[in-house]
């Protein structure tokens, strides 16, 4: 009879717990997990929310998604604001965001090659739109089938009197020579000729899509001419004894400011032929003179040297460069020629 209390106890213990729903997946408490004291990534010793070994921030992720989210609003927040004090400065003092840079205060703004490859997504992209929308229409074609019979009749045999008369050209003892197409002996100029008329079409027909793929790789030649276009800075200040990767970050942010700039013309350009068409060549010459000043006073006041010496090698670096860039474009071409 001892028992019988326990015994009831016990049953009404069991059923309370049967009665009660069944949690498939235990709850976890909402607690702040402790603040990691070595880095995940490398392994070192942390001393604040940076690792200095590796530079990994020392975020927890397991967390309450709000925690997560807010991480990363802030993230972001900090990168526009970057974004937007970089491309402030770019537009209107190209030179101070160089001489920023190499000063060391460099976590204010967006780094030279990430700022360069937005800018360039942005610009080759446009292009690539433009090309799109250009709709290039190939050459006439004179056995068009457009025209009626009797007349392409006609138009047939006045080409083979014309080819008849050009083949025979009387020379000084008055006998005719006859001319004949005779292929060109360079094996290269031959290659040329057969892909030229294999991409672009036997009348110019497919000339809109070599464009297309023409443009597609500039991208790629324009990056490789920039550490070029660092060779040639670095040649015109040998004696001044800059770092390479000087010039290298000067040649990044210029390039990115010459995109930035011509797409702003080229838009302002369209504005203005919408609104005010009889001023857009003066307004169009004002921009395009302020852009080639703006480059000039950025080398100027980035490598420091007077009026002369800055116009002298301004000029000087110009024409270097654009021969460096006529080589990368004709090797383009042929690239492109070869792979498309």
């Not at 990430?114 to 190939?138: D, E, G, M, T």
């Not at 030649?221 to 000067?250: G, N, T």
């Not at 703006?294 to 800055?310: A, D, E, M, P, T």
Request: with cysteine.
């Amino acid at each position: 009879m001892a028992d019988e209390p326990a015994k009831i106890i016990l049953g009404d213990n069991v059923i309370s717990a049967l009665e009660q729903p069944r949690r498939f997946f235990p709850r976890r408490k909402d607690r702040q997990s402790p603040q990691p004291t070595h880095c995940e990534n490398c392994g070192a010793q942390l001393h604040g929310r940076w690792c200095a070994q590796c530079g990994q921030p020392a975020i927890d992720y397991r967390r309450s998604f709000r925690h997560v989210i807010a991480d990363v609003l802030e993230s972001f927040l900090n990168w526009d604001s970057k974004f937007f004090a970089t491309i402030g400065l770019l537009i209107v003092k190209p030179w101070r965001l160089t001489n920023e840079f190499l000063a060391g205060r460099r976590v204010r703004y967006l780094h030279p090659l990430r700022l360069y490859l937005l800018a360039s997504v942005l610009f080759f992209l446009a292009v690539n739109q433009f090309a799109k929308s250009a709709h290039i229409q190939p050459g006439p074609n004179l056995k068009s089938e457009n025209l009626p019979p009797e007349a392409q009749a006609k138009l047939e045999e006045a080409q083979i009197r014309i080819d008849d008369a050009m083949a025979k050209v009387p020379t000084v003892s008055g006998e005719p020579i006859r001319i004949t197409d005779q292929p060109a002996k360079d094996p290269f100029g031959q290659w040329l000729e057969a892909r030229a008329k294999e991409k672009l079409g036997e009348h110019g027909t497919k000339t809109q899509l070599f464009l297309l793929g023409f443009i597609n790789n500039l991208p790629y030649m324009m990056l490789a001419a920039i550490p070029l276009f660092a060779v040639v800075l670095k040649l015109l200040y040998l004696r001044r004894h800059i770092y390479y990767i000087d010039h290298l970050v000067y040649a990044l942010h210029i390039h990115t400011f010459a995109y930035l700039a011509i797409m702003l013309i080229v838009f302002a350009t369209m504005g203005l032929n919408r609104t005010v068409p009889n001023l857009t060549g003066v307004a169009c010459t004002g921009l395009w003179i302020a852009f080639a000043t703006q480059v000039f006073l950025s080398i100027r006041r980035v490598y420091r040297q007077g009026w002369f010496i800055s116009v002298f090698k301004f000029f000087l670096g110009g024409f270097a460069y654009l021969i460096v860039l006529s080589i990368a474009l004709t090797a383009t071409f042929l690239i492109t020629l070869w792979l498309s």
